[in-house]
């Protein structure tokens, strides 16, 4: 009876957070203290019932329990013991309570670290939050039950989709939905702040540490869910523009723009409804990417579920999200203040404009994810909005933000005389000019997309570098928790983009035909292909290749290539191998075999300095975990 006593704590759950979402929010409006004061415990008695939940699931599966329809659909009993444990959130119900399990966690942990904040805030913040989780909780419990008894149950199950028997999938979910759902406590905070009439500068203090938690994660969640479908797909890539690739890097560009929107409103008080709406635009992104991925109106291998009774329920509680929420801010946002003026010519200025390009990328993104469903549901015919839509208005809105990157640090809040940051930068503008025509004209492989690259990166590095030395040089200034995170941050997006012009314009593929013997040169790398063996593994058969590579005579790898042909089902799957450093990946897939004497279909990669991607966004994660340590947020804030 274990199942039905999880679906029990799931309906009790449910319970706890309609009166979360009830309760604490008369008590603030009645200015009775004991109702606010029940939306601390009620927000951990809900965390509790969720794990618990969760743990039941978990252990159904650790059970081999194919009484349970989601356990037999998804596991069976060759499945290794690591992929038991991540085969809970490898399909829709699942992975549908994992994101629960986190909005539940980040409710508990604004309840245990907002004990500096007025109470009324806290209930109102909470009860927000609750009220999320009874859209989700009905999800889950009308549409989407994990506890769904199979009867009779079956002998075995169906096994989890090979593709995600992966390292990767231990961790990309569960970052990825802590991004998402990390989006709700600034949204929660925005729309308390807008039923409370009072917009000022303290919801955003209160916010921002929250908000940095939550895209700092969603960064590392999109970086290694680039890096697993690199390295598992086969195809050498790092991004395709899939529409659910999209749909998780929507609320990141948001976000991006919503941290430093809120850095502006809370230090000058400007941007005040400007970063409401971004608040609420980030977390209903999140949600859009649910109803995306969940409800079956795009086919893409991230997707997980193809029911139009899931999607529709999804679809009602965005609409109500967006909706009603942008009622509020309709209602109260004659009621916000402007702020202090600020000169076309200061750190303002370049904010907003930071802020209007990440969010026209941002629409541009969803113009081209949704534009081909909106054109097939008015029989306007199919239509493909692929890369080079996407690679081209992408570059085009990011380079104007590239260029102005540098300035933003560098100059004064409200009025500032341009003339002092165009001269402190100038010898940098004309470091990255050089280093851009060093790179055409001497960069083996180079082109003109390499020397752009390197324009940018080293523009963007010589930049913050002058901040730097700037700050070091001016007596009695001090580095700040923000100011390292900003530094840090934005040495990230130089070593991405760094990254990306360089893998983008000089990496090389070719495929061949392989013969057990045979050698094949790319870019001074030597594959020597020494046939394909048997190998058998846990719950699947592989056809395993070899192929040594070398430079000059001398060993630099060998690469096991794979096609394995899983036992369950009989899928066959690609297993790439690749040699790693920061300078370049040597990349090796199995293709298919084209006769009996051993010839194989081999697929050669050399993918320089495509590590610096990676790199990168660790660097723009970290920036963002380090500005929460800021004791400027641990300071109440002058009424």
């Known amino acids: ?114 004990r500096s904040l007025p109470e009324p805030v806290v209930a109102r913040v ?33 096994d989890m989709n090979p593709l995600l028997q992966d ?24 729309v308390a702040a807008l039923i409370d ?21 969603l960064t590392l969640g999109i970086a290694l869910g680039s890096f697993w479908a690199y390295y598992e797909l086969g195809w050498g890539g790092w991004w395709f523009w899939d529409p659910v690739e999209n749909a998780s890097f929507m609320p990141w560009l948001v976000g991006a723009a919503l941290i430093h929107s809120q850095a502006a409103t809370e230090k000058r008080g400007s941007f005040r409804g400007w970063t409401l709406l971004l608040a609420i635009a980030a977390f209903s992104l999140s949600l859009l990417g649910t109803f995306l991925v969940r409800s079956g109106v795009i086919t893409s291998v991230h997707a997980f579920a193809s029911d139009p009774e899931r999607g529709v329920f999804i679809l009602a509680f965005l609409a109500l999200v967006v909706g009603g929420s942008l009622l509020l801010y309709a ?23 930071n802020n209007l390009l990440l969010t026209a990328a941002a629409a541009m993104i969803l113009l081209g994810t949704l534009y081909p469903l909106l054109a097939e549901a008015l029989d306007l015919g199919k239509i493909s909005v692929g890369p080079p839509y996407f690679g081209l208005l992408f570059i085009l809105l990011m380079a104007p933000l590239v260029a102005l990157l540098p300035f933003g640090p560098l100059t004064r809040w409200q009025r500032e005389d341009l003339s002092q940051p165009l001269r402190w930068l100038a010898p940098w503008a004309a470091l990255a000019l050089a280093v851009a025509v060093i ?34 040089q001016s007596q009695g200034s001090r580095y700040t928790a923000e100011m390292v995170g900003m530094i840090c941050a934005h040495v990230g997006v130089g070593v991405f983009v760094a990254g ?123 920036g963002g975990f380090i500005v929460v340590f800021d004791k400027r947020f641990r300071r109440p804030v002058a009424a």
């Open 167 to 190: 390292p990767g999938m231990i961790f990309h979910p569960p970052l990825l939905y802590i991004g998402y759902v990390g989006f709700a406590v600034a949204f929660a905070f925005a």
């Open 126 to 158: 909470l009860a927000v939050l609750g009220m999320v989780a009874v859209g989700f909780l009905a999800f889950t419990l009308f549409t989407s039950n994990p506890f769904e008894r199979l009867l009779p149950g079956a002998d075995e199950g169906r």
């Open 439 to 472: 790179t055409f004209f001497a960069w083996p492989n180079g082109t003109l997309k390499t020397a752009f690259g390197l324009l940018g990166a080293t523009w963007i590095l010589a930049g913050t570098a002058r901040f730097i030395w700037q700050r070091s």
């Open 500 to 622: 990306v012009f360089i893998t983008e314009s000089t990496s090389i593929e070719r495929d061949v035909a392989a013969r057990p013997g045979q050698s094949f040169e790319l870019r001074g790398y030597d594959f020597h292909f020494d046939g394909v063996a048997k190998r058998q593994g846990p719950n699947f058969l592989a056809d395993r290749g070899t192929v040594r590579v070398t430079r000059n005579g001398d060993d630099v790898a060998v690469l096991h290539p794979e096609k394995r042909a899983y036992a369950s089902g009989g899928q066959v799957m690609t297993e790439a191998a690749l040699d790693g450093a920061l300078s370049r990946d040597l990349y090796v897939a199995l293709g298919e075999p084209l006769d009996q004497e051993g010839t194989w279909a081999l697929r050669l990669y050399v993918k320089p300095f495509i590590r610096l991607i990676w790199l990168g966004s660790i660097f723009m994660a970290l």
């Open 1 to 114: 009876m274990l199942p039905e006593l999880g679906l029990l704590s799931l309906v009790l759950a449910l319970l706890l957070a309609i009166t979360l979402s009830i309760l604490p929010l008369l008590g603030a409006h009645r200015g009775n203290a004991a109702w606010m004061a029940t939306a601390r415990p009620l927000a951990y008695a809900q965390l509790l019932t969720v794990a618990f939940s969760y743990g039941l699931l978990t252990w159904a599966f650790l059970q081999h329990d194919f009484s349970v329809a989601y356990v037999a659909t998804n596991s069976n009993s060759l499945l290794p013991r690591v992929y038991q444990f991540t085969a809970v959130w490898s399909a829709h119900e699942g992975s549908l309570l994992l994101w629960i399990l986190f909005l539940a966690l980040w409710v508990a942990a604004v309840a245990r670290y907002s």
């Open 197 to 217: 009439g009072k917009v000022d500068a303290q919801w955003v203090r209160w916010s921002r540490p929250w908000t940095n938690v939550a895209w700092a994660v």
């Open 331 to 353: 209602l109260r946002a004659p009621r916000v203040e402007t702020g202090k003026p600020f000169a076309a010519s200061s750190r303002e200025t370049f904010l907003l404009a």
